[in-house]
């Protein structure tokens, strides 16, 4: 009977030491993009159209979830993102701090996703974490995260993203559940921003 050979110190650690790599390079993302982003906590509201969103919004502002659902906002309908703002209104009313803060944590859960993305393709650690660093602090951006009302592009990233890594995994191993949430994830998405679609 052959026994088995032993492995290595450096093969048995290989893997805890490849995680921990990917653990650390995600809160670095995390970490560096809120340091890019933290200065919005002071913003105010834009005089463009968060009045029309938020606190000119009937539905939001009394919390009518059967409005939030049904009617749309300047030609737009996006509910869920609607909903979140209703519910931080009953929070902190007409006060910026809050919506500028969880636009950021979105934002930043948007990065890490794609980081997960990137390292379920397949990518480098390099790669995957270049790639989630440009999207969290590109230029392009910063509009989605500073401005209040663009809440609707974070948070319909964030499930449009987590509906491609549930796909991956159904693609991977066929399993039903996983293209069952990733078909709902991906509503929520649509509910969100209509540039889901």
Known sequence: MK???PKSKKESNFKPEINNLWLKGGILIAGLIFAF???????DFVNW???VNLYENENVVNFDVKGIFT??????????????????YLLVKESPGLYHFNNVLLHIICSLLVYLLMKRLGL???????????????????????????RKDVLFGVFYLLSLLL???????????????S?????LSLLSKIQAV
Do not use: C
């Open 167 to 181: 796909y991956i995994s159904y693609y991977r191993t066929k399993k039903a559940a996983y293209f069952i949430l």
């Open 71 to 88: 009617d749309h906002v300047i030609g737009n309908y996006n509910p869920l993102s609607n909903f979140t703002m209703a519910v931080e």
């Open 3 to 5: 026994s088995k050979k």
């Open 37 to 43: 982003y933290f200065q919005t906590f002071q913003f």
């Open 124 to 150: 480098s650690f390099f790669v995957s974490f270049l790639a989630a660093i440009l999207f969290g602090i590109h230029p392009m951006r910063v509009e989605s995260v500073a401005w209040v009302t663009e």
């Open 183 to 187: 078909v709902l994830v991906f509503i």
């Open 49 to 51: 159209d968060d009045q």
